[in-house]
């Protein structure tokens, strides 16, 4: 049974810092593409962050420059560290992992409000 379990979550100033981590199993980690989506109230999901196996990254223009994924394969755990968060940032996270089969998480929510 695969399952993707996402933490770090929570309330934070604009300005402030948060690390979501997500912990895979039940899937060949190291052979997955894993990435980060986002979805806001009334919107639809989007891409945040995304990061091949073979470490190669990519990300959404809103978030260059203030978020960085990473991943360790020893830990089967992907993670997102969020830098000078905006209230435009606030949204639930959702982790995926891409094998092709793709299977997701059930998000984490992060709020960014003074």
């Known amino acids: 049974q695969v399952q993707l379990v996402e933490s770090g979550g929570g309330l934070v100033q604009p300005g402030g810092s948060l690390r979501l981590s997500c912990v895979a199993s039940g899937i060949i980690f190291s052979w997955a593409s894993m990435g980060w989506y986002r979805q806001a109230p009334g919107k639809q999901r989007e891409l945040v962050a995304t990061?091949?196996?073979?470490?190669?990254?990519n990300y959404a223009d809103s978030v260059k420059g203030r978020f960085t994924i990473s991943r360790d394969n020893g830990k089967n755990t992907v993670y997102l560290q969020m830098n000078s968060l905006k209230p435009e940032d606030t949204a639930v996270y959702y982790c995926?992992?891409?094998?092709?089969?793709?299977?997701w998480g059930q998000g984490t929510q992060v709020t960014v409000s003074s």
């Open positions: 990061i091949t196996r073979r470490g190669s990254t």
């Open positions: 995926n992992a891409d094998l092709p089969t793709q299977y």
